[in-house]
């Protein structure tokens, strides 16, 4: 008996897992599991996602276009180096598949976001990961791991899940070092929570070189995870790759329509950016004082460290928590078994993470 066999590569593929998410014992559980906006949606995109209802028959713009020039307009780049997916997921996806197939190398940092192996993965390509220093990504060693072979570059800056950044100064000294046909992308999916002086989510090395794109996500600061909008900025060359490569209607009308209105709302914006550095800084301070590592982010999450102590290490506190209805990330998939990943919530949700791991520790 035969039956079909998919390429190589794609069976080696564990299965992404999400955030999960559920239910406490007393009730709807805090999802803290997802990097997710604690604040939701901006009241208007979600007003323009019921607007849009009464069109559900209609095909979407399969060129995003308003949302392209709304995007064009807010960081001043031309609609033309624009390309929106389903999730900054799809274009990362099309990216390795467009760029990288078998015998080929898709490369980044050892703790990087899982996205890039998998999709190294099922583009029947071998995926490289160079080690980090201190769960921070390390230019010389991603440099040094370049080989005839490497096609693409994948970097999260910030990354998740450590919640670590490269500067500016990093990153071009990153491309810098690689030869002309190795395609960097930077995914700068948390870049808006970033307050640091010396950071630069890649935008400028993006629209001036030939082999650099970096991709966006509207999942983030502007909570519309449910409706899978991201985008990609890029060379000329790369963002044709990118539409020959796409489905012809990639993004629903309903998500151009709510991320148009998301990115108009620059109070939401404020507002959800407050919230976290305010709270963010909060659960950093507070976890710390429970002598726990905490590791220094700049997104909207914290990579928190316990004992490898059993009964006391982070699978045990992550069954604690959901106990209790808080949900955190394990990130065991990320090689990072002894910590686990809290989003920052809403106030009373942080304040119930630090009052749950203070009994957990005692
Ligand atoms: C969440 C996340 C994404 C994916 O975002 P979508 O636009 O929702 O697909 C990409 N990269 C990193 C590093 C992320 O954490």
Known sequence: MSAPRPNSGILEISPYVGGKSGE?????????????????????????????????????????????????????????????????????????????AGGDEVLYSAHGFLMYRLSALAAGATPVAAPEKRLRADVDALLAHVTSRTRIVYVANPNNPTGSYLSGEELRRLHAGLPEDVLLVIDAAYAEFVEAEDYDSGLALALEHENVVMTRTFSKLHGL????????????????????????????HPSQAAAIAAMEDLEHQKRSLAHNREWLAWLAREL?????????????????????????????????????????????????????????GLEEENRRVVEILREFLQ
């Open 24 to 100: 406490g014992e007393s009730g709807r559980a805090a999802k803290l599991s997802a990097n997710e906006n604690a604040l939701g949606a901006s009241p208007k995109a979600v007003e323009a996602y019921r607007a849009a209802a009464t069109e559900l028959h209609r095909y979407p713009d399969g060129g995003s276009t308003a949302l392209r020039q709304a995007i064009g307009r807010r960081y001043n780049i031309g609609p033309e180096r624009i390309v929106c997916g389903a999730g900054s997921d799809e274009l990362i996806g099309l990216l390795t598949r467009a760029y990288a």
């Open 225 to 252: 995870a449910a409706l899978r909008v991201g985008w990609a900025a890029g060379s000329r060359s790369a963002i044709d790759v990118l539409n020959r490569t796409r489905g012809p209607f990639n993004v629903g």
């Open 288 to 344: 710390a004082a429970l002598d726990l590592t905490v590791h220094p982010s700049v997104g909207n999450f914290l990579l928190v460290e316990f004992t490898r102590e059993s009964g006391r290490d982070a699978s045990a506190a992550a069954a604690f928590l959901e106990k209790r209805g808080i949900i955190p990330r394990e990130v065991g998939g990320y090689g990072l078994g002894h910590c686990l990943r809290i989003s920052v």
